[in-house]
């Protein structure tokens, strides 16, 4: 028997981005495994990825070029070699690009996070066709915008650092099930004495972890950090040294927050005012007794209107008490900005050369449900007649699906879709093209949860006709005579290139090395804000932003409610008067997974939770089947009653492929394409619905 152990890096959307040995045994992978050595991973894959040969293996595995034979959206395909697809692609894509290319639209997001099979060749060929510009928006946009105004970038406390940390607000997110590794660092700071408190409407598996919990209204959570700010100032919280020299705007910040007693606080969020008092106060002492106080702010807040605000706000309190001085203090959304990716280079913009009679065009991947469906007009340019899909499901994850589904039912829309199985978006598909799992291909990845670039190996051949995405679109771009040489880059040629070479954060990386090793510790400082050197226009710390306000926003920290909430749209919630969010499903990381057989069996069936009054209320029991609904459409699925949602809250937990929930739909027919205040993002969790029991069968 010929054994190997190969060095990979687990693609999934997870901050955690682990790095993966992978058996193989006579070119069968038959076993994988976080590695141990590897600081962040610890050893350790969450259940999902555990399974992952389960899915490499999988007998549903799209092996071979698909097109399609019945009606849209039936399903229906049959097997045509590569060239056959290849070729259909090809004359489509060149008679569209022959009267206006704008009409061609990549839709891709992050079904893998590679920087080869994510947005690399991808990318180069879109530039080159001068296709629509897709602007990706769909997760994490409106956080990452506030953090870049506010911070200047996308980064913060190493994860590593956590476990020193005396306090630690767990801030909209539910780290058990999709933060794992910080999860294990957060339990080591308990058990070191740290106080865990989790702020979610929602008690998750993660709050019902913490010692405390704090559970405000959806949408509310800007208001939170303005009266935590107004306590902090009232009180003199605050590390006055650390304000005077490393943050910009206090004087202004202090008079916008003057209004934000604990009372109004408690109000607008729905909690005590005893307990805004109480959380400041904690934040405020430990920080001033000159212990390390953390806050790890995850994306579940900034899905609603006012989400980037909410953000932003949160990223004030470090600075305010001067929490960034410690290593194991600070905030933390995202470390991607730490990593010096070469995207000019990987994504080559400088192909993209625009008709000067037709100025690019750009479409928001949240908004695809209404853009699908509009015709061509001045404003909006060309219908969309061609969409590429790559590691995205858009039917199943997109917003107010019930539209995205009628989008891609259109007889005259031509889809292609790179994928692994048949998703919701495949049954939609004209042409379906076998894409290589992450076993079977080279990448390399950055990642926004900690500070390693993690090298993948290929470890097995691929499976049936499988190509890996840059391979694909390297094909395509031949059929389309597109000679520049930048096509013919090879996939370990991309992957080793992918990062700037002597950037100060990766002055020893080497690509070679990186994967014989399986990684590269970014070279960031500990306490990378100590001393300052915020990445903004000023140096510091902007609680006053000049460029908010050029950009037509609150320059200071501000509340906006949410588009759909009881107090705030009260006409509405005569009809709907329930809350709703989605958040993940512990087993299932947005679509991927769910066609697990044996992770979809520990999640049993879609659930909607709701508490137990509202349940009462409705004369619904646990276990009866419910219908929850708005003027957008609707879904069915099993009640679960239990007072783990605040009253008012009803929880989908996420994301099922429409067609193997019961009833064919998913939370998302629910949800609606408003955008955020900033990032243009969706607005997931800005949404009201009622619920009612369906009688008995
Ligand atoms: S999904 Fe996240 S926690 Fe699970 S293996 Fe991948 S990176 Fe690690």
């Known amino acids: 028997m010929n054994t190997r152990v190969v060095r990979a890096a687990c693609p999934h959307d997870c901050p955690d981005t682990c790095a ?63 060239d056959e697809a290849l070729d259909t692609i090809a004359d489509r894509l060149k008679a569209l690009a022959g009267r206006d290319s704008r009409s061609i ?51 913060g406390t190493d994860t590593e650092q956590f476990e020193h940390s005396k306090l630690i607000l767990i801030w909209g997110g539910n780290p058990i099930a999709s933060n794992l590794h910080f999860w294990m660092r957060a339990q080591q700071a308990r058990r070191q004495g740290a106080v865990l408190v989790a702020i979610d409407p929602y008690r998750s598996l993660t709050a019902e972890k913490c010692q405390h919990h704090v559970a405000p209204l959806p949408g509310t959570d800007a208001a939170l950090a ?7 100032i009232r009180d003199e919280l605050l590390d006055r040294d650390y304000i005077d020299h490393y943050t910009l705007g206090f004087d202004l910040l202090a ?41 790890r702010v995850n994306y579940g807040l900034q899905r609603v209107r006012g989400g980037g605000m909410a953000v932003r706000n949160v990223a004030c309190l470090p600075a305010l008490v001067g929490a960034w001085r410690h290593p194991a203090g600070g905030v933390l959304l995202s470390s991607g900005d730490s990593f010096p990716k070469r995207s000019e280079w990987l994504e080559r913009p400088d192909l993209y050369r625009p008709d000067p009679a037709r100025p690019p065009r750009t479409i928001n991947m949240s908004t695809i449900g209404d853009d699908l469906l509009r015709t061509a007009s001045d404003d909006f340019g060309p219908a969309i007649e061609a969409v590429i899909v790559y590691n995205a499901n858009p039917v199943a994850v997109a917003p107010e699906s019930a539209k995205v589904a009628r989008g891609f039912l259109r007889e005259d829309l031509f889809t292609v879709v790179l994928e692994h199985f048949h998703t919701d978006t495949v049954d939609h598909a004209d042409i379906v093209l076998p894409a290589t799992m992450q076993l079977e291909h080279w990448d390399v990845h950055s990642t926004y949860g900690h500070q390693y670039i993690v090298a993948n190996n290929p470890a097995i051949t691929p499976m049936g006709e499988a190509k890996s995405n840059a391979e694909i679109f390297r094909r395509l771009a031949q059929r389309m005579g597109f000679d520049e040489p930048c096509f013919n880059d090879s996939d370990e040629a991309i992957a080793a290139q992918a990062f700037e070479p002597g950037h100060r954060h990766t002055r020893n990386y080497d690509w070679a090395e990186a994967k014989e090793t399986g990684w590269y510790k970014l070279d960031v400082p500990a306490a990378v804000f100590a001393r300052g050197g915020f990445p903004t226009p000023s140096g510091k710390c902007e609680f006053y932003s000049e460029r908010m306000l050029r950009d037509g926003l609150d320059p200071l920290p501000s509340y906006l ?11 509405l919630a005569k009809d709907y008067p329930l809350a709703m969010i989605s958040p993940p499903q512990r087993n299932f990381l947005n679509t991927t997974f769910v066609n697990v057989q044996s992770l979809r069996d520990t ?8 508490h137990v009054d509202d349940a009462a209320e409705r004369g619904i029991s646990d276990g009866d089947m419910i219908r929850a609904f708005n003027a957008r459409g609707e879904m069915i699925a099993r009640a679960r009653v239990t007072d783990r949602p605040r009253k008012g809250l009803v929880v989908a937990l996420s994301i099922w492929w429409k067609k193997l929930a019961p009833d064919g739909r998913n939370a998302n027919e629910l949800t609606n394409q408003r955008l955020t205040d900033m990032g243009r993002a969706p607005t997931f969790y800005d ?9 008995s069968a």
């Not at 303005?226 to 902090?232: K, R, S």
């Open 561 to 571: 409610p949410p588009y759909e909430s009881v107090a705030s749209a009260p006409d």
């Open 20 to 82: 993966m040995l992978v058996t193989v045994t006579d070119r069968v992978a038959t076993e994988i495994r976080g590695d141990p050595d590897h600081p962040n991973t610890a050893g350790v894959l969450c259940t999902k990825v555990s399974r992952y040969l389960e899915r490499t293996y999988h007998p549903d595995r799209i092996l071979h070029p698909l097109k399609r034979i019945g009606p849209k959206g039936s399903g229906q395909f049959s097997r045509i070699s590569w």
């Open 105 to 155: 639209l990549p839709y891709s997001y992050a079904g893998t996070m590679g920087a080869v099979q994510g947005e690399s060749m991808a990318m180069r060929f879109f530039n080159r066709l001068g296709a629509s510009r897709l602007d990706r928006t769909i997760c994490s946009s409106a956080g990452g915008t506030a953090m870049r105004y506010t911070l200047g970038a996308k980064m």
């Open 226 to 232: 303005l009266g935590l700010m107004h306590v902090l």
């Open 255 to 295: 008079e916008r927050v003057a209004d934000w007693t604990p009372q109004r606080t408690g109000d607008t969020c729905g909690i005590p005012a005893a307990q805004v008092e109480w959380l400041a106060r904690l934040y405020g002492e430990t920080a001033m007794r000159g212990e390390p106080v953390a806050i």
């Open 603 to 610: 999640e049993g069936e879609p659930h909607l939770e709701l």
């Open 687 to 695: 949404v009201l619905v009622q619920v009612e029991k369906l009688p």
